[in-house]
């Protein structure tokens, strides 16, 4: 994969130590990208003028290319044009790459050249609209990666990632992907955020920036990963089966420790993630050693059941079609 940084107009192969600094100077790991202001240019007129003048995002070029690009300060509107008065604009403080930007990224969808990257955000309120009412200037708030109307059936409901009103080709509509709404990415400076009702705010803001490196996970992989434990696990000392030890294995597998499963398996191939596994105190299985599941299970259990799978494996996985199934075939 070539990636081109458009500041200095050099390209280079990500795994190399080059290449590893300047994805991290970009942002493109899981790891907040630092604000490169000086410490007196603080005050949400300030930094506003200040992101007008410099914002830039992380724009795809093509299969195995992204560059870092100087893009348009965000605006109060929708991908239509139509202005809107219930968002607010961010000064983004950290982002995460996500697997369904790898997608992308790599050729597997119909993303068009150009579009920015970037869903999983978390960033500071520099601009509101008079529409505005529970949050100010100078909040930190996680974003959620769907954009929703507040407003609609589907949200009403509670379903905001099938929003009625965001994206005209289809329900739901999420920042920076294909064929959910043209919204803008967050892999930049600053964006817009449509709609107040999703944001989350941290109440304490120096607090929160103090773990901020946790806190950017709660606008994706760990509300995700979460999400499959309340719906298959059935409550205290339950136990659970987790196929794969991939970021969101692991995630759903802390949301089960975290909500009282007694004992919680994690199945998978890779050695270096069963380890890390092992180290946050949970049981593994290495796959690659067993024809079933059954029987390794039992070993652990005394009893070859689960009450509850989460199948976190992910559509790329490495190895054979059987070890695959394996991971699938949780009892």
Request: aromatic share 6%; net charge positive; charged share 20%.
């Amino acid at each position: 994969m070539e990636v081109k940084y458009g500041s200095v107009g050099s390209t280079h192969t990500p795994g190399t130590r080059e290449g590893a600094d300047r994805w991290a100077r970009i942002g493109w790991t899981r790891i907040p990208r630092r604000n490169s202001f000086p410490p007196e240019a603080i005050g949400p007129k300030t930094n506003k003028e200040l992101f007008m003048a410099s914002n830039r995002g992380v724009v795809f070029l093509g299969p195995g290319k992204v560059e870092v690009q100087s893009i348009d300060y965000p605006r109060m509107e929708n991908p239509q044009g139509k202005a809107i008065e219930h968002g607010v604009i961010l000064k983004i403080v950290s982002t995460n790459i996500c697997a369904s930007d790898q997608h992308m990224v790599r050729g597997r969808t119909t993303a068009p050249t150009g579009i920015v990257l970037g869903h999983e955000i978390t960033g500071e309120i520099i601009e509101k609209g008079k529409d505005v009412e529970f949050l100010e200037v100078g909040d930190l708030v996680s974003v959620p990666f769907n954009v929703a109307c507040g407003r609609c059936r589907a949200c009403r409901e509670r379903n905001t990632g099938m929003c009625l009103n965001v994206n005209p080709q289809q329900p739901g509509g999420a920042y920076g992907y294909v064929d959910m709404g043209g919204w803008v990415g967050g892999h930049k400076r600053s964006m817009c955020w449509f709609s107040m009702d999703n944001l989350l705010k941290f109440p304490h803001k120096e607090q929160a920036m103090s773990k901020i490196k946790d806190l950017t996970m709660l606008s994706d992989i760990l509300p995700t990963a979460s999400t499959a434990q309340n719906a298959r696990v059935s409550g205290w000392g339950s136990t659970v089966y987790v196929a794969g030890a991939g970021p969101v294995g692991l995630a759903a597998a802390a949301s089960c420790y975290i909500l009282g499963t007694a004992v919680i398996i994690v199945g998978d191939t890779n050695q270096d993630r069963l380890s890390h596994a092992k180290k946050m105190g949970y049981e593994t299985i290495d796959i690659t050693k067993h024809d079933n599941l059954a029987d390794p299970i039992a070993e652990i259990l005394g009893e070859p059941i689960v009450d509850a799978a989460i199948d976190a494996v992910g559509s790329k996985a490495a190895g054979t079609a059987r070890r695959k199934s394996l991971l699938l075939r949780a009892c």
